[in-house]
């Protein structure tokens, strides 16, 4: 099956600098590649998401990255805020098999 | 409007006991999962499960079970509940493995 690795476990920034969370996948066969933000005792929600057949994507503060060859993918947020702070999932999954598999998380602090 | 709701959404039981937790979807999507996620934060996938297939990740023991009486409903019923079973428990539901897992609010189960 597939395994996802997530670096680094926790990550702490000031207001204003950026972070980057850096995922591995296992599988070539992973075409679709989530990112989830979730917060403290609520529930995992999409930010962004890429899929296979594109290397970049952007939403405002937010992009990821995915090098298909190296099979990797990154999380960049710019100008973080407070509100940033929360845990970050990275996720892959494929067009067969119906399952989507979870990196470790990334515990993502925003000092004021 | 709530998407992916499951209920309840506290469940504290002794060892021993059976509960289950239901999940309802009103999004019209193809396929249902169950996530276990530990006090460590770790996303687990336990079942994904569409009309035609039911895929069991095979660390899950077999007093799980998930129970489908449509295609918008996915309950977990589980067995002799142990204390390592407590968690929470999220539902989500997706159109295919190509498209974002929705979240419900998930379920904290406490087995003391």
């Known amino acids: 099956g597939e395994n996802v690795e997530q670096h680094p476990s926790t990550l702490s920034v000031q207001e204003g600098d950026s972070a980057v969370i850096k995922c591995t996948y296992s599988?070539?066969?992973?075409?679709?590649f989530p990112w989830y933000k979730q917060e403290l005792g609520k529930r995992p929600q999409l930010i962004i998401d890429?899929?296979?057949?594109?290397g970049e994507k952007k939403d405002q503060r937010i992009a990821v990255t995915l090098n298909k060859t190296a099979k990797h993918f990154s999380l960049h947020i710019t100008e973080t805020q407070p509100e940033d702070s929360a845990v970050y999932f990275c996720?892959?999954?494929?067009?067969?098999?119906?399952?989507?598999?979870f990196g470790t998380g990334t515990s993502l602090t925003v000092i004021p | 409007d709530t998407a992916v709701s499951q209920t309840p959404k506290y469940l504290v039981t002794q060892m021993g006991n059976d509960k289950s937790i239901k999940c309802e979807q009103n999004?019209?999507?193809?396929?249902m999962y169950w996530y276990k996620q530990d006090s460590k934060k770790f996303l687990k996938i336990m079942f994904s499960?569409?009309?035609?297939?039911?895929?069991i990740n095979e660390t899950v023991p077999n007093r799980f079970s998930p129970k489908s009486p449509d295609k918008a409903h996915l309950n977990l019923h589980i067995n002799s509940l142990e204390l390592g079973d407590s968690a929470v428990y999220f539902c989500?539901?997706?159109?295919?493995?190509?498209?974002?897992?929705?979240f419900g609010n998930g379920t904290r189960l406490t087995v003391t």
């Open positions: 890429i899929r296979s057949n594109v």
């Open positions: 999004l019209g999507h193809d396929t």
């Open positions: 599988d070539s066969a992973s075409n679709y």
């Open positions: 989500a539901s997706s159109q295919g493995s190509k498209s974002p897992l929705h």
């Open positions: 996720a892959a999954s494929k067009t067969t098999g119906n399952q989507f598999y």
């Open positions: 499960y569409n009309n035609k297939e039911l895929i």
